[in-house]
């Protein structure tokens, strides 16, 4: 999301010493979320700093979608989403560092593209999914976007709610393509251009079951004051019950685990999934906390 949300992160980042590692490390690709850039000495750069600091000799390549960090800011708002999934699947083929496979983390909707490039790319293999407050279920609003992209986000909620699926607001807008609407579930299952696929919600496509399941481990982390996701759930792949937008439900009561299209049902009794809580706000956490629960899935 907005770079101004990592603030707190790299304050806290920039706070406790690192800890040694091993020569010997999986290499690590991480990608942004809306409003933020592969290179944000608030956010992304302080990420990538950290990691490297704590795991010495780790490969860490931070996506940059385009030839500059403003390309890369605007890619996250304007660029077809199916675009970008496909221009990382080449990127990381292309990198001889990644060839005996690597971690992946993204970052808010950089989870859910992420998660797209495990699905479609397997070559090179991604080992561990680190999703942080990825909306792997889509969003049914955008109730805060602050900071210096915030009329661009006003000009968003104003497109989206007059009409996320006509074919020019899927095409060139990024959030329109995970708006889910509950309120409208045939229409967001014919018109999604990105979610809809992914989550196998036209035609179960076996590929896409059988690339998720290469997965090692699928970390899914859920910011319990998250004021940016609606709803929540989304970070765990829960969502709203069809035909309504008050009550929720859990990934395990949904349509999508008990038919197992994706495969999540035979990761989460393999012990794949793993669902990881934390207090504060969108993408707001600690070093310490960061070492403590996420580095023992990047080392």
Not at 98 to 115: E, H, I, P, V
Not at 161 to 183: E, R
Not at 245 to 251: G, N, Y
Request: with cysteine.
């Amino acid at each position: 999301m907005d770079p101004r949300l990592f603030i707190g992160v790299g304050a806290f980042l920039l706070i406790s010493g690192s800890a040694r590692g091993s020569n010997d490390t999986t290499p690590l690709v991480i990608w942004h979320g809306m409003g933020d850039n592969c290179c944000n000495p608030l956010s992304m750069g302080a990420i990538k700093k950290m990691v490297e600091e704590e795991v010495p000799g780790i490969y860490v390549l931070s996506l940059m979608i385009g030839k500059t960090v403003v390309q890369d800011t605007e890619s996250g708002f304007f660029k077809d989403v199916n675009e970008q999934v496909s221009f990382v699947c080449e990127k990381l083929a292309q990198d001889p560092k990644l060839k005996a496979g690597y971690n992946a983390m993204g970052f808010s909707q950089g989870a859910q593209f992420l998660r797209a490039v495990a699905q479609r790319c397997p070559n090179p293999p991604m080992k561990t999914l680190i999703s942080v407050g990825g909306q792997h279920q889509g969003v049914y609003g955008l109730p805060r976007c602050p900071g210096e992209s915030s009329h661009i986000c006003d000009w968003i909620r104003k497109k989206l709610n007059s009409g996320a699926y006509t074919d020019a607001i899927q095409k060139h807008l990024v959030q329109a393509q995970y708006w889910h609407d509950p309120l409208n579930d045939d229409l967001y299952k014919q018109h999604s251009l990105f979610l809809a696929d992914i989550n196998q919600e036209r035609v179960v496509n076996q590929t896409y079951k059988k690339n998720l399941m290469l997965l090692e481990k699928f970390v899914m982390v859920k910011f319990l004051q998250d004021s940016v996701v609606d709803p929540v759930d989304s970070e765990w792949f829960g969502f709203f019950v069809t035909g309504q937008a008050e009550k929720t439900e859990t990934l395990q009561e949904s349509a999508l685990y008990k038919e197992d299209r994706l495969g999540l049902a035979e990761m989460d009794k393999a012990g794949k999934l793993v669902f990881l809580a934390t207090d504060g706000d969108h993408l707001q956490f600690s070093r310490e906390w960061f070492n403590a629960k996420l580095l023992p899935y990047i080392r």
